[in-house]
Every structure is written in structure tokens, then in C-alpha cells.
């Protein structure tokens, strides 16, 4: 089983900014990318952010410039940090981990902004 555990999600003003982090544990074998998807009320799920092992990204077209995900492989964590936060990125953010045939999700940390 693999666990991810979130946190770092809270209320934060328009224009502030947020830092989350997701820690990995469990059986994980063959990490491939790690990172971090959102939803909003009453839209689907999409990608925020993305990194591989090798530190390549992806980022949503919404947040460049404005969210920068990072990774430490060795604590098998991955880190987003948000920064000029608008209204529109309230949403529960999941992280999300994919391994060889597996994919993981976190349970969600919610992000509220205020504006």
C-alpha cells in the first residue's frame, strides 16, 4: 500500500501566497511523476502541476509564472509553492503519484482565496 499525506492547504488572500507538500510511504517501488491535480466546486478535476524523477515539469497554462513545483526524491515528497493566488484557484488540491501500473491519490487539502 501506498500512503500520500498533503498538507500545507488553508485560507490565504488574494495576491498571497501557499506552500503544499505531499510525502509518500508505503511499498513504492519505481516512482515516475509525482504532482498535483485540483477541483473546484462543480468542475472536474484537472492538472496543476506535474514533475518527473528527472525534474522535468508541466505546468496548466492558468498557473505558470505563478506556481512552482519541486521534488525531493530522497523523502519521496513533492512540494507546490503558490504564489500571486487569485479567487479562481480555490479548489481542493490532491496530490498525485504514479509508479510502474500505479497510479496514487491523496485524499485533498483544501486551498481557499479570499478576495
Known amino acids: 500500500q501506498v500512503q500520500l499525506v498533503e498538507s500545507g492547504g488553508g485560507l490565504a488572500q488574494a495576491g498571497g501566497s501557499l506552500r503544499l507538500s505531499c510525502r509518500a510511504s508505503?511499498?513504492?517501488?519505481?516512482?515516475?511523476?509525482m504532482g498535483w491535480y485540483r477541483q473546484a466546486p462543480g468542475k472536474q478535476r484537472e492538472l496543476v502541476a506535474v514533475?518527473?524523477?528527472?525534474?522535468?515539469?508541466n505546468y496548466a497554462d492558468s498557473v505558470k509564472g505563478r506556481f512552482t513545483i519541486s521534488r525531493d526524491n530522497a523523502k519521496s515528497t513533492v512540494y507546490l509553492q503558490m504564489n500571486s493566488l487569485k479567487a479562481e484557484d480555490t479548489a481542493v488540491y490532491y496530490c498525485?503519484?504514479?509508479?510502474?501500473?500505479?497510479?496514487?491519490w491523496g485524499s485533498g487539502t483544501v486551498v481557499t482565496v479570499s478576495s
Open positions: 514533475i518527473t524523477t528527472g525534474g522535468d515539469t
Open positions: 508505503g511499498n513504492i517501488f519505481s516512482i515516475l511523476v
Open positions: 498525485y503519484l504514479s509508479a510502474v501500473g500505479k497510479v496514487y
